[in-house]
């Protein structure tokens, strides 16, 4: 019930293409979910972030797809550069409780010249 | 731009063997965590931690485990019996509060290697 399901593991991805990135949740009561960047050796950082009663959130490059009634949102990066290789995570937290997060599996982003 | 600071960045163990993960939180923070990450795996939240005392704990936090503000400004997760399977990247993070605006702010992780 607390899952969250990050698909794909991994992703390469050519300098100027579109990342897709896709989670989806079990819990109907998560009512926050981020999007975290994490570069080797470093803990993760909030990149962006969207509440359910949006069905999209878009600052600058970077967008969240919500649809709330299948369960799943997607982190789209677009025109991607090489400095966005990263691992990336989703995660969904209840915002009523002591937030603490559910993260998914995460996913290797690798972007070529 | 204010930064959690985890010390050390890398630790070994032995087996059966106590150790102290330390952290500074952001100073005018009043929510502090730990999550944890299995090589390859997820990030897994342990504890959270408010006003001196555990407000939530996941079922990994078991009777091995505890932390402790000792000073104000110190944020400490001790493990007392080392196992392998403790082998993971161990991340404080805080926050300024419980509202969602105030999102979480995380450390570059200690390194813990049980052998």
């Known amino acids: 019930q607390q899952q969250v399901k990050q698909s794909p593991q991994s992703l390469i991805v050519q300098k100027g293409g579109i990342s897709i990135i896709n989670c989806a949740y079990e819990n109907t009561a998560f009512d926050y979910f981020p999007w975290y960047q994490q570069f080797p050796g470093k803990g993760p950082a909030l990149l962006i972030a969207?509440?359910?009663?949006?069905s999209e959130k878009k600052e600058g490059r970077f967008t969240i797809s919500f649809n709330k009634s299948a369960k799943q949102f997607s982190l789209h990066i677009m025109d991607s550069q090489p400095g966005d290789s990263a691992t990336y995570f989703c995660a969904a937290t209840l915002t009523g409780g002591g937030n603490k997060l559910t993260f998914g599996t995460g996913t290797q982003l690798k972007v070529e010249l | 731009e204010p930064e959690v600071t985890q010390t050390p960045s890398h630790q070994v163990t032995q087996m059966g063997q106590e150790v102290i993960l330390r952290c500074v939180p952001i100073s005018n923070h009043l929510y502090f965590y730990w999550y944890r990450q299995i090589l390859g795996q997820k990030v897994e939240f342990l504890v959270s931690?408010?006003?001196?005392?555990?407000?939530?704990k996941s079922e990994i936090f078991d009777d091995q485990f505890s932390v402790e503000r000792p000073d104000g400004s110190n944020f400490t997760l001790k493990i007392r019996s080392t196992k392998l399977e403790d082998s993971a990247m161990y991340f404080c993070?805080?926050?300024?509060?419980?509202?969602?605006?105030?999102?979480?702010?995380f450390g570059s992780g200690t390194r813990l290697t049980v052998v």
């Open positions: 969207i509440r359910p009663d949006v």
């Open positions: 993070a805080s926050r300024q509060g419980l509202e969602i605006n105030y999102g979480y702010t």
């Open positions: 931690f408010y006003n001196n005392e555990i407000s939530e």
